[in-house]
């Protein structure tokens, strides 16, 4: 049988100071058809606060989702079982994630561990920056085994009063992890030790303000790339045999000449590693990059990103699409990419979701 595509989306679903509306249902499972760009919703999950961010495992069928409530100390990660033929999304169990505005979480271990990155806003309750949780044979989580704390600050007095953890990666090949900290205008590099915690291999420091959001690792290249959620710009990272980081080069993630304010938010790299694909949160928009063979980055365009607030996107496995989640439009936009250029063109075939804030898309 031939293998289809399917998207599955966080929505906000619950109100919080810092977002403009809350108008999702939850975790949504849609069909896409991949030649023509059309989405079919197939179900939802609704028992879950604030799905804001999403992993995908499709060897176990299973998906695990951040919830992002405010004013609580702690975040936690659900585990949901889910079904295409049926189809359905069944809930497996919930962890704490050791820290309050639980921002991104990642497969590691070939899918023993999930990473997780909070964010933190204040203080108090367990205040990790990043925690790592078992996942079970069946697929859910066990409570977390590991993990670490940030300490410090950086220049911008409101966005970096504190550590902000951002993403936490596992390098392929590696074994190690990387996680993005806005705060401190750093990505950190950890190994797992003998007994399963984390030890601090070393520091890669971004500009001072840059704020460092997400990462994303070239598919055969050894090279990092991370986007700038406040210095609105991505920089290319060479990774030394030791797992140590090193800047190539920085491009901006805006044209020339751009006044509005604006917050770079997500990062995506297409399947042959050619180019990077950048949101803009304020100019509404993606910025296309290509990169060179030696990592160095060139600026090759802009596209609208069909609404306002991109926030996370997801290219389809076959690298033939480019969804964009955007937040404040209850709306994902749709673009045929060309793998040649780079290039995007919108479908005009939008998926209406209300304030859609993570995409992830698989092959079945």
């Given at each position: 049988?031939?293998?289809?595509?399917?998207?599955?989306?966080?929505?906000?679903?619950?109100?919080?100071?810092?977002?403009e509306?809350?108008?999702?249902?939850?975790?949504?499972?849609?069909?896409?058809?991949?030649?023509?760009?059309?989405?079919?919703?197939?179900?939802?999950?609704?028992?879950?606060?604030?799905?804001t961010?999403?992993?995908?495992d499709?060897?176990?069928?299973?998906?695990?989702?951040?919830?992002?409530?405010?004013?609580?100390?702690?975040g936690?990660?659900?585990?949901?079982?889910?079904?295409?033929?049926?189809?359905?999304?069944?809930?497996?169990?919930?962890?704490?994630?050791?820290?309050?505005?639980?921002?991104?979480?990642?497969?590691?271990?070939?899918?023993?561990?999930?990473?997780?990155?909070?964010?933190?806003?204040?203080?108090g309750?367990?205040?990790?920056?990043?925690?790592?949780?078992?996942?079970?044979?069946?697929?859910?989580?066990?409570?977390?085994?590991?993990?670490?704390?940030?300490?410090?600050?950086?220049?911008?007095?409101?966005?970096?009063?504190?550590?902000?953890?951002?993403?936490?990666?596992?390098?392929?090949?590696?074994?190690?992890?990387?996680?993005?900290?806005?705060?401190?205008?750093?990505?950190v590099?950890?190994?797992?030790?003998?007994?399963?915690?984390?030890?601090?291999?070393?520091?890669?420091?971004?500009?001072?303000g840059?704020?460092?959001?997400?990462?994303?690792?070239?598919?055969?290249?050894?090279?990092?790339?991370?986007?700038?959620e406040?210095?609105?710009?991505?920089s290319?990272?060479?990774?030394?045999?030791?797992?140590?980081?090193?800047?190539?080069?920085?491009?901006?993630?805006?044209?020339?000449?751009?006044?509005?304010?604006?917050?770079?938010?997500?990062?995506?790299?297409?399947?042959d590693?050619?180019?990077?694909?950048?949101?803009?949160?304020?100019?509404?928009?993606?910025?296309?990059?290509?990169?060179g063979?030696?990592?160095?980055?060139?600026?090759?365009?802009?596209?609208?990103?069909?609404?306002r607030?991109?926030?996370n996107?997801?290219?389809?496995?076959?690298?033939?699409?480019?969804?964009?989640?955007?937040?404040?439009?209850?709306?994902?936009?749709?673009?045929?990419?060309?793998?040649?250029?780079?290039?995007?063109?919108?479908?005009?075939?939008?998926?209406?979701?209300?304030?859609?804030?993570?995409?992830?898309?698989?092959?079945?």
């Amino acid at each position: 049988m031939a293998s289809a595509t399917y998207l599955f989306v966080g929505s906000l679903n619950r109100p919080a100071p810092y977002f403009e509306g809350a108008n999702g249902a939850g975790i949504s499972l849609y069909r896409f058809d991949d030649a023509s760009g059309a989405a079919e919703l197939l179900c939802t999950a609704d028992d879950i606060d604030n799905p804001t961010f999403l992993t995908v495992d499709p060897a176990r069928s299973t998906l695990y989702a951040s919830s992002e409530v405010f004013n609580r100390k702690e975040g936690t990660i659900s585990a949901y079982r889910y079904e295409l033929d049926s189809p359905r999304l069944q809930y497996l169990n919930m962890q704490p994630a050791l820290g309050s505005i639980t921002a991104y979480n990642s497969l590691a271990a070939g899918g023993r561990l999930l990473l997780v990155a909070n964010y933190a806003m204040g203080e108090g309750g367990p205040d990790q920056s990043v925690a790592i949780l078992p996942i079970r044979e069946d697929g859910s989580l066990g409570p977390a085994t590991a993990s670490v704390a940030h300490a410090g600050s950086g220049p911008n007095r409101e966005r970096q009063e504190r550590s902000h953890a951002h993403c936490a990666i596992e390098l392929p090949g590696h074994g190690n992890i990387l996680v993005a900290d806005l705060g401190l205008d750093q990505v950190v590099t950890y190994r797992l030790d003998a007994d399963g915690q984390l030890q601090k291999v070393g520091t890669c420091a971004t500009a001072p303000g840059a704020g460092p959001r997400h990462l994303a690792v070239h598919p055969s290249l050894p090279f990092v790339f991370v986007i700038n959620e406040l210095g609105s710009t991505v920089s290319s990272l060479a990774l030394g045999p030791d797992g140590q980081l090193s800047e190539i080069a920085t491009v901006s993630t805006l044209p020339a000449g751009t006044g509005v304010h604006n917050d770079s938010s997500d990062l995506q790299v297409s399947p042959d590693g050619r180019f990077l694909y950048g949101l803009n949160r304020g100019h509404d928009s993606v910025a296309i990059i290509e990169v060179g063979e030696d990592g160095g980055l060139t600026a090759a365009g802009h596209v609208p990103c069909g609404g306002r607030t991109p926030r996370n996107c997801a290219l389809t496995p076959s690298g033939n699409h480019l969804l964009v989640a955007n937040q404040n439009s209850d709306v994902i936009t749709v673009f045929r990419r060309d793998a040649a250029d780079g290039s995007l063109a919108d479908l005009g075939r939008p998926i209406a979701t209300g304030t859609p804030m993570c995409i992830r898309a698989i092959t079945a």
